[in-house]
Every structure is written in C-alpha cells, then in structure tokens.
C-alpha cells in the first residue's frame, strides 16, 4: 500500500481529512501526476512540493474539511507570479474531503492498479481495479474536468508477478521481505505437512511445473524448495519459457551440476 493510503486511513481513524492530489502537470513543476498529501485540521502528511503552491492546496483542504464528506473541487495552478513561483509549469490539483463511510477502496491501492475516480454533483466515488488494462492515456491539460468526468489512473509501476516456489525458512524470509514492494506474489510448496504455511498454497509437483513453465514474458521465477530434483525441474521448466528472470537458490556445486 503506497504511503498515502497508509496516512489517509490513520488520519480518518482519529477525524476528518482531506487529501490532496496532482492530476496533472505541463512544463516545469515540483512533484509529478500521482503525488499526494493528506491532511488534516492540525497535521500535514507528504508534500506535493513545498513552496506557496503547497500553502495554497493546504488552505483550500483545510477549507474542504468545513463541508460534507465527498466534496471536491479541482483547480489549475501557474506556477509563476502570481504564486510567487517561478518554475514556469502549471499544475492540476483534486483537493477532496475524504468520506469515512465510503474508504473500502483504500484497501485495494496497490501498486500496478488502476484508480477511477467519478466526479458527481455533491460527492466523487472512486473505484480501484487490480491488474486490470492500462487506462487511457492523459491528455495535455485543457479545460478543468466537470461534473460526471472519469479520472483514471495507474498507481504507480506495474506489479511485476513473482512465482516463488519454496516455503522453507529461506522462501518465508523473502515472502516477508516482499511484502510492501510492488510484486504481485504468488507462493507454492509441494509438501501437505506445509500446507498451514500463511501466504503460501499447496500444489503437486506436476502443477508446479507446468506454473513455472507458463510463467508470463514479464514474471519473475524464485525456486528455493527443499528437494533438488524438483529445483532442476522447475529451474528447465523456466528457463525453457518466457519469464523475464529466473534465479535459483543453491552452491557453486549445484549450479555447476545444473548447467
């Protein structure tokens, strides 16, 4: 979960909040499209890039914080004189009051997915898609978007797919360590007396197999299982197909015995 969504559901647990977000940008500006910063009545949570523009967006929260759940405007902001600024771009910002009873989709935000936001009358509604097709691309900005537009978004890089195979201490320690980055996991042990492992599924050898050699041309293939004739089969299966990297855990003996 990117920080922000982290921030925002604290936040929400202790009052209300706002959150502010960079739709677009042209020319120079300070943070880029996607940027956000949450914050509330007392406390300031990220930054879209200091200076007046962030004074500016951090008044126009505090002043939404004033109105019902949902309300948002979007506003355009030139980065020049009038702001006191002088990098020459311009900047779009949504600035929103976050609804406490409608946050189901914070607990989708993940890396690699896609966010639709709604603009209605008197209140925006936001969904988030996993995995689902890149949105369309953004055009240069234009006129403010109105009532009853669709703001898409992809949150961040794509999550790249990890098949790890292997529910030993090793596997478990890199499971651990996964969490958080933008990886797509998906873990599998061959053995039943493992099968209460949190995180990892259950699977025969054969399906193992078959999973490591359809692995997709942008996946990644981690083999640390506890049975080297299954590591060779998997790490063929592997390297006879398409995925993007293929890594093996083993001594400079194995890999020699391997190749």
């Given at each position: 979960?990117?920080?922000?969504?982290?921030?925002?559901?604290?936040?929400?647990?202790?009052g209300?909040?706002?959150?502010?977000s960079?739709?677009?940008?042209s020319?120079?500006a300070?943070?880029p499209?996607?940027?956000?910063?949450?914050v509330?009545?007392?406390?300031?949570?990220?930054?879209?890039?200091?200076g007046?523009?962030?004074?500016?967006?951090?008044?126009?929260a505090r002043?939404i914080?004033a109105?019902?759940?949902?309300s948002w405007?979007v506003?355009?902001?030139?980065?020049?004189?009038?702001?006191?600024?002088?990098?020459g771009?311009?900047?779009?910002?949504?600035?929103?009051?976050?609804?406490?009873a409608?946050?189901?989709w914070?607990?989708?935000?993940?890396a690699?997915?896609?966010?639709?936001?709604?603009?209605?009358?008197t209140?925006?509604?936001?969904?988030?898609?996993?995995?689902?097709?890149?949105?369309?691309?953004?055009s240069a900005?234009?006129?403010?978007p109105?009532?009853?537009?669709?703001l898409?978004?992809r949150?961040?890089?794509p999550?790249?797919?990890?098949l790890?195979?292997?529910a030993?201490?090793?596997?478990?320690?890199?499971?651990?360590?996964?969490a958080?980055?933008?990886?797509?996991?998906?873990?599998?042990?061959t053995?039943a007396?493992?099968?209460?492992?949190?995180?990892?599924?259950?699977l025969?050898?054969a399906?193992?197999v078959?999973?490591?050699?359809?692995?997709?041309?942008?996946s990644?293939?981690v083999i640390?299982?506890?049975?080297?004739?299954?590591?060779?089969?998997?790490l063929?299966?592997?390297l006879?197909?398409?995925?993007?990297?293929?890594?093996?855990?083993?001594?400079?003996t194995k890999?020699?015995?391997f190749?």
């Amino acid at each position: 979960m990117p920080d922000w969504a982290g921030w925002a559901r604290e936040a929400l647990a202790r009052g209300p909040a706002a959150m502010v977000s960079v739709l677009l940008t042209s020319g120079s500006a300070p943070r880029p499209a996607g940027t956000r910063m949450i914050v509330t009545a007392t406390a300031l949570h990220g930054t879209i890039g200091g200076g007046r523009l962030e004074l500016q967006a951090l008044a126009q929260a505090r002043a939404i914080l004033a109105l019902e759940p949902g309300s948002w405007r979007v506003q355009d902001y030139p980065l020049g004189p009038l702001l006191g600024q002088c990098c020459g771009g311009r900047v779009r910002l949504l600035v929103e009051r976050l609804d406490p009873a409608a946050v189901g989709w914070l607990d989708q935000v993940t890396a690699g997915a896609l966010m639709v936001t709604e603009l209605g009358e008197t209140a925006l509604s936001r969904e988030v898609l996993r995995f689902n097709a890149a949105p369309p691309a953004r055009s240069a900005p234009g006129a403010c978007p109105q009532v009853g537009a669709r703001l898409c978004e992809r949150l961040g890089p794509p999550a790249r797919r990890v098949l790890l195979f292997g529910a030993g201490h090793v596997g478990r320690a890199i499971a651990r360590a996964a969490a958080g980055l933008p990886l797509d996991l998906d873990w599998y042990d061959t053995r039943a007396e493992w099968a209460d492992v949190p995180g990892a599924r259950l699977l025969d050898e054969a399906a193992a197999v078959a999973l490591a050699a359809g692995a997709a041309p942008d996946s990644a293939v981690v083999i640390l299982t506890h049975d080297h004739a299954l590591d060779y089969r998997l790490l063929a299966a592997a390297l006879a197909g398409e995925a993007r990297f293929v890594g093996m855990i083993g001594s400079a003996t194995k890999r020699a015995r391997f190749v």
